[in-house]
């Protein structure tokens, strides 16, 4: 089963759109190596494959690399740092899950904080210009600031998401100027119906 959010059309539109942004692709597929090429192909300027869907991490690397792209690997959360050891020196990112991938929203996972310790000591000895990102409850509100916690210990790139579109007002916004663009009025209506359920659910 494939379920991929943003594919490679919309990682080309957005190169196309803004040809200096840095374009990260995540894939959290099986076998996500059948997909390599296509998002390189798209303008992506790194692709994240997980530890948990190969048994062949260096090779995936190294096919990443080949098409000129950088490479990153991702942990969800209860994988080991450890698993990344043999092969740290060889990639550009590190990425740990903070939530069980599955749907936004989620809480941020506190024991997240020890595995960023971890992997900040051991990029630190061994590849200290690999990136460590961090996904899964981010948020920088005053009562929840995990985006603090998560680069005190250690993470210098972080992912949010319901913590950006997850206030109504953004989302309306961005499907008022997407239909616009598109020259299509009654999508911001059905945009901004699909937001205010996903809203009152999370």
């Known amino acids: 089963m494939l379920n991929i959010t943003f594919g490679p059309l919309v990682v080309e539109a957005a190169r196309r759109s803004a040809p200096g942004l840095f374009l990260e692709a995540h894939l959290m597929v099986v076998e996500p190596e059948k997909h390599f090429q296509a998002f390189a192909e798209a303008g992506a300027d790194l692709i994240?494959?997980?530890?948990?869907?190969?048994?062949?991490?260096?090779?995936?690397?190294?096919?990443?690399?080949?098409?000129?792209?950088?490479?990153?690997?991702?942990?969800?959360?209860?994988?080991?740092?450890?698993?990344?050891?043999?092969i740290i020196e060889d990639i550009d990112l590190l990425l740990l899950m903070t939530v069980n991938p599955g749907w936004g929203g989620q809480t941020f996972i506190p024991q997240s904080l020890d595995r960023l310790r971890r992997a900040r000591a051991l990029i630190d000895a061994r590849?200290?210009?690999?990136?460590?990102?961090?996904?899964?409850?981010?948020?920088?509100?005053?009562?929840?600031?995990?985006?603090?916690?998560?680069?005190?210990?250690?993470?210098?790139?972080?992912?949010?998401?319901?913590?950006?579109?997850?206030h109504l007002t953004v989302w309306r916004?961005?499907?008022?100027?997407?239909?616009?663009?598109?020259?299509?009025?009654?999508?911001?209506t059905r945009y901004r119906s699909v937001s205010d359920t996903s809203t009152a659910i999370s």
């Open 48 to 86: 994240i494959f997980h530890m948990e869907a190969t048994a062949h991490a260096h090779r995936l690397v190294q096919q990443i690399k080949e098409l000129g792209v950088q490479a990153g690997v991702g942990l969800n959360p209860a994988t080991p740092v450890s698993v990344v050891e043999d």
């Open 173 to 188: 916004r961005a499907s008022r100027r997407c239909a616009r663009r598109l020259r299509c009025p009654d999508r911001a």
């Open 127 to 166: 590849n200290p210009g690999c990136a460590l990102e961090v996904d899964g409850g981010i948020y920088g509100d005053a009562d929840n600031n995990t985006a603090r916690e998560a680069v005190r210990a250690g993470a210098d790139t972080l992912v949010a998401g319901s913590s950006v579109y997850g």
